[in-house]
């Protein structure tokens, strides 16, 4: 069975701060990983990928992925108040349709 | 930006009734999904279709369900003898090979 797992919070952070989000996952065959963002009542919106081992940076987001340690974070820099939602972790994992885990709730203070 | 566009965005139904949920994926994409997200849940996988036929399907996806693409660009999910557990969010999304998926807004169903 192939899974991914979060914290599903409630994070709270001040408006202004790093906000650290975590995921692992089960399968060692990892290809792609995905967060998501839902706001309550809407879809995930997609918001970074990653592919490979390391950091990938897109303005105030950065996805980290370390596949030896089957882990997947999400850091959004200089939080704001419209950065409260949900936040989900999906993985492609072999040959299986892309797999959420249950997410994370953010909340921003300001 | 290219969207994927679901309809009806809410369905009420009487117990035992079939629905039909309606999307249009994004045009160039080839792969189509079924999700569902029962209030307070995870997302879950129900069936992926490729090629004019379902590629994958979860445990959900029983015979109940049945998903169709009758024409060049509507991918529809009907749900046979709907039962008050169905109640949920249906999201359709697409995808190019191994991209990240592109959802639409959503059906709210409601069964009564």
């Known amino acids: 069975q192939k899974e991914v797992e979060q914290n599903s919070g409630p994070l709270s952070v001040p408006e202004g701060a790093i906000a650290s989000l975590n995921c692992t996952y089960s399968d060692r065959v990892s290809q792609s990983f995905f967060w998501y963002r839902q706001y309550s009542g809407k879809s995930p919106e997609l918001i970074m990928s990653i592919y490979s081992n390391g950091d990938k940076e897109d303005g105030r987001f950065t996805a980290q992925l370390n596949k030896a340690s089957q882990y997947v974070s999400l850091l959004i820099r200089d939080s704001q108040p419209s950065d409260s939602a949900t936040y989900l972790c999906?993985?492609?994992?072999?040959?299986?349709?892309?797999?959420f885990g249950k997410g994370t709730r953010l909340s921003v203070i300001a | 930006e290219p969207e994927v566009t679901q309809t009806p965005s809410h369905q009420v139904t009487q117990m035992g009734q079939e629905v039909i949920l309606r999307c249009v994926p994004i045009?160039?994409?080839?792969?189509f999904y079924w999700y569902r997200q029962i209030l307070g849940q995870k997302v879950e996988f129900l069936v992926s279709f490729y090629n004019n036929e379902i590629s994958e399907k979860s445990e959900i996806f029983d015979d109940q369900f049945s998903v169709e693409r009758p024409d060049g660009s509507n991918f529809t999910l009907k749900i046979r003898s709907t039962k008050l557990e169905d109640s949920a969010m249906y999201f359709c999304?697409?995808?190019?090979?191994?991209?990240?998926?592109?959802f639409g807004s959503g059906t709210r169903l409601t069964v009564v």
């Open positions: 999304a697409s995808s190019e090979l191994s991209d990240g998926y592109t």
């Open positions: 045009s160039n994409h080839l792969y």
């Open positions: 999906a993985g492609l994992m072999g040959n299986t349709p892309l797999v």
